[in-house]
């Protein structure tokens, strides 16, 4: 095996580490918790771990259900009618949560945050009709931004995980760059102006 080879196979090692580490769910239950945290406590971590479940918990039981039929190959999802079934399957959940922590009186900070997820969600749904643009990107720089609006700029600091995390989306070939820039602008943009609204 010749040295570029074995770069190469490090390199693509090191990709899939992160891809899988820093995978969505792992920014929602880190955003949930903090924001659940910073807005009540004790009683925020409670209606944060709301959230995580129908955010995070059960659209993963959905996708890995999927798995394990055949239906797609990862929790990446890859080819875009897939992709767009098990959106509209987390659309769905995250809509129920949305209206569980509403009618419960959730803190107004964690439903204006599963809130921008919804929002988020929808608007990358309907780029993926034509495009596969990246969720790993959206979602992380979404929490970067929100946790910044809450916790204050320094948080900002987190995007230079965004930026790895794009890297390995790339390094893997499941993104082009401009998918990996369009899904960091949309997720940032869009979680921004939501939760700046409705917080």
């Known amino acids: 095996m010749s040295s570029i080879e074995i770069t190469n196979t490090g390199s693509q090692r090191t990709a899939r580490l992160i891809s899988d580490q820093l995978h969505p769910k792992t920014w929602i239950v880190l955003v949930c918790l903090m924001i659940g945290w910073h807005a009540d406590h004790l009683r925020g971590l409670v209606w944060s771990l709301v959230g995580v479940l129908f955010a ?12 394990k039929r055949g239906r797609w190959g990862d929790r990446n999802v890859g080819a875009r009618k897939a992709r767009l079934l098990v959106m509209v399957v ?6 129920t ?3 569980l922590m509403t009618t419960l009186d959730a803190p107004r900070v964690l439903t204006a ?14 780029v ?5 643009i990246s969720v790993h990107q959206a979602v992380s720089a979404g929490a970067v931004i929100m946790l ?4 204050g700029p320094w948080a900002l600091s987190a995007y230079a995980l965004v930026a790895v995390v794009g890297w390995s989306r790339v390094a893997l070939r499941d993104h082009t760059p401009a998918q990996v820039i369009a899904g960091t602008l949309l ?6 102006a939501v939760f700046a609204a409705l917080r």
Do not use: C, E, R
């Not at 918990?57 to 996708?63: D, E, G, R, S």
């Open 128 to 132: 993926t009709l034509a495009w596969k």
């Open 97 to 99: 949560g949305l209206a």
């Open 56 to 67: 995070a918990v059960i659209p993963i039981l959905f996708i890995d259900h999927g798995i």
């Open 90 to 95: 987390i659309l769905l959940s995250v809509l």
């Open 187 to 192: 997720g940032t943009a869009v979680a921004a």
């Open 113 to 126: 945050l599963v809130a921008s997820m919804l929002i988020t969600l929808a608007a990358l749904a309907l």
């Open 148 to 151: 910044a609006q809450t916790y």
